[in-house]
């Protein structure tokens, strides 16, 4: 360090052998002092600036939070299938997911693939050894080997200490009000994919795009309220599981919507399957028979024709059509069910149901003006609701005046069940058609998709006459004192072997309650029903799917929130009166 | 003077590394309370989840009503039970009860100092 003394050093004149030295290591005229000092400098800012990126990371990652932790905690749920809870309109849980341990190997890394199947094959005894093994051998990064074990059962696996297994927990689906809700929220599969129902509708609506990307972690998704009741869902079940027993039914069906918004209350099809074990849902008996089966839905259609009529202008309710002897259309004779013999009037035609006055109704409205009608009421075409199943009406290949005879009293058009609903809905709600929904839904929305397809008039004359009916008609089975029930009732016969039979009927009844302002309309409907003892031998509607109505009305109107009314005027003064008073 | 820039400097590379040292051990343990309250949470959540899925298992109306038809007495409650708040009767006027069991004979009993039935005004203070 002789020849380099420190910078504060003054350069003082070196002896001659190091000054050569010196300009020979640092060049001629160098003062090293300031030299020194300006690297110290250079140093100084080196060492600031790198302190300034440690600084200004610091901070960008206390602002910023850190993506590592927040999947740390994930990781153990990889399969990220979870679902929105499904909720009826009270908040009751309808569908749900509960976290269940799945077991998988990484059969890369296993040992002993027999010693590993024999003890999983007797600790789990429902599981496939020969599937097992063939998976442990298959030399894949990861195989399942059984899904949604009991904790037991993981915790006696985990005892096994086979090497190379591991618990994953997964989102499993349960359904805690089982068959109760079955058709209406469908189910998924073994993945927690929606195939069908409302679970179906919710993968379609942005659900399995989530469960692509693999975003469906955590369960605070928004929970899905539908528009069913759970408590009206179960009475109604209840009653027409009574009713399949004592009619010794083919199958019962019967549904509950809100007139005013089209929101559906409750939809029940027995037989109907549980949920949590979706294999009874490939049983073809147990299909849902309101939106998959299409019905010839016989006299409840009338209503459909005598609204046509009187809302065309051609008829009013003192009309008067001919039924004293049945009606004669090229070799076919149309008889009514329950002959008078005599010139009817429109109400008279209602309440007795009579073929033949629905048929020369429709006739003087004309075939197109019938066509164009059921038409603009949403019959000729699938309805679609949330619901991915559905099924297309069957028309007549081509449609004639013997057509339009047929399907004024509801033969020779096949319709799903919730199609005619929505249409009976229209006409008692004062004209406005609403599609049906299983959503919760407003007033106000209902509003702007509602579509007027007859006048208000017609409405209040159409009440008017579902009340009579159960004044005096067919309905007076399901007359409960104080809610003021209306309805149609409807009997067909069933096409066996391309032939009408005789003894296989397809029942069907439509209440409104109130109907002098209705709220609620229910469908019972009744498949091959049986003639017993209480029915005098009769499989009409009236003895069965009536009186199960009255039942039904009994038990759900309380719940609905209809308040009974005693002592109300009969249908001509209530309706018919108050609706000239108000227009 | 650079002397001096030393010492602060390597005085505060010092400290500096301390509080680093510091600050890293406890974010390490903050990261790991907040995974396992993450954790927690996910539990607790789970379980109540499970919990919600028994509750309207035990709630289903099949279930209760098969349990009132076994062990209760009751009936359906028929349409003429139910009526509206604003046909409720009049609240009939209130008559205020005296005090004793038997109120004639707790007058009685009081002595003769009352010539009639009024109160005495010691009695009305009390």
């Known amino acids: ?145 059984k899904r949604e074990i009991t904790p037991k059962q993981q915790l006696e696996v985990h005892r096994l200490g086979i090497p190379s297994l591991g618990f994953l927990d997964e989102n499993k689906r349960v359904y805690p009000n089982g068959r109760e809700v079955s058709h209406v929220i469908g189910h998924v599969n073994i993945d927690n994919q929606g195939i069908a129902g ?95 089966g299409v019905y010839e839905m016989g006299s409840t259609f009338k209503a459909l024709t005598l609204a046509m009529a009187l809302d065309s202008g051609k008829v009013s309710l003192a009309s008067t059509f001919d039924a004293r002897v049945p009606l004669r259309f090229g ?114 929305e209902a509003r702007a998709l509602a579509v007027q397809v007859i006048k208000p008039e017609t409405s209040d004359k159409m009440r008017y006459l579902m009340r009579l009916n159960a004044e ?37 009844f439509m209440a409104i309650m109130p109907a002098d302002k209705p709220r609620y309309l229910l469908l019972i409907m009744v498949d091959e029903p049986q003639a017993t003892a209480d029915t005098h031998g009769f499989t009409t509607s009236g003895w069965n799917a009536v009186p199960v109505a009255g039942k039904v009305i009994a038990r759900i109107a309380p719940i609905l929130g209809l308040e009974p009314r005693f002592d109300l005027p009969p249908a001509d003064k209530l309706i018919l009166a108050a609706g000239k008073d108000a227009r | 003077m650079l002397r001096l820039v030393h010492v602060l400097v390597v005085a505060a590379l010092v400290f500096a590394a301390a ?26 959540r789970d379980l109540i989840a499970s919990l919600r899925a028994t509750w309207s298992e035990l709630d289903n109306p099949e279930r209760l009503q098969g349990l009132a038809q076994r062990h209760l007495a009751l009936k359906p409650v028929e349409t003429t039970q139910y009526d509206a708040f604003d046909k409720l009767p009049d609240r009939p006027p209130q008559v205020v009860p005296p005090r004793g069991d038997d109120p004639i004979a707790a007058i009685i009993g009081r002595g003769g100092d009352i010539a009639t039935g009024s109160i005495p005004a010691t009695a009305r203070g009390r």
């Open chain 1, 331 to 444: 070799k076919f004779d149309i008889h009514d069910f329950h002959p008078q013999n005599r010139v009817l009037t429109v109400p008279e035609i209602f309440t007795y149901s009579s073929n033949i006055g629905a048929a020369r109704m429709a006739l003087a409205v004309g075939v197109e003006q019938h066509k164009a009608f059921l038409r603009k009421l949403g019959q000729l075409d699938r309805l679609r609701t949330e619901l991915p199943e559905s099924a297309e009406p069957l028309l007549p290949k081509r449609w004639g005046e013997l057509n339009t005879i047929t399907i004024a009293f509801g033969h020779g058009l096949s319709v799903a069940p919730l199609q005619s609903v929505m249409a009976v809905g229209a006409l008692v709600n004062g004209g406005r058609m609403i599609p049906p929904t299983f959503l919760k839904r407003s007033e106000e």
């Open chain 1, 472 to 508: 005096k008609g067919t309905a007076t089975k399901a007359d409960v004192k104080g809610y003021y029930v209306g309805g149609k009732t409807g009997t067909s016969d069933k096409i066996v072997g391309g032939r009408y039979s005789k003894t296989k009927v397809l029942t069907t």
């Open chain 1, 198 to 292: 409302m679970e179906r509708w919710l993968d379609t609506h942005g659900l399995a795009a989530l469960h692509m990307a693999g975003l469906a972690t955590d369960r605070l998704q928004r929970p899905v309220e539908l528009a069913l009741d759970v408590r009206v869902q179960h009475a109604l079940r209840d009653e027409l599981i009574v009713a399949l027993d004592k009619f010794k039914a083919k199958a019962t069906a019967g549904l509950v919507t809100d007139v005013r918004t089209g929101e559906i209350v409750a939809m029940v099809s027995v037989p109907d399957y549980d949920p949590n074990n979706p294999r009874e849902a490939l049983d073809p008996t147990r299909i849902n028979r309101l939106t998959t």
């Open chain 1, 1 to 145: 360090m002789q020849s380099a003394p420190s910078p504060e050093a003054t350069p003082a004149p070196l002896p001659r052998r190091p000054r050569l030295l010196h300009r020979l290591l640092y060049g001629r005229n160098v003062d090293r002092g300031a030299k020194a000092k300006a690297r110290v400098g250079l140093a100084i800012v080196a060492f600031a600036a790198v302190y300034a990126v440690i600084a200004v990371r610091l901070v960008a990652l206390a602002v910023i939070p850190d993506p590592h932790g927040a999947r740390r905690g994930a990781a153990q749920d990889a399969v990220a299938t979870a679902r929105p809870d499904i909720q009826d309109r009270n908040g009751e849980i309808l569908a749900t997911d509960v976290k269940a341990p799945s077991l998988f190997a990484e059969a890369r890394k296993i040992v002993d693939v027999d010693e590993a199947v024999e003890l999983l094959s007797a600790t789990l005894p429902d599981i496939d050894a020969a599937e097992a093994r063939e998976r442990l051998v298959s030399k894949r990064g990861f195989v399942w080997l």
């Open chain 2, 19 to 44: 509080d680093v040292y510091k600050i890293k051990f406890d974010s390490t343990l903050q990261a790991e309370r907040v995974a396992k309250l993450r954790a927690e949470i996910r539990r607790e």
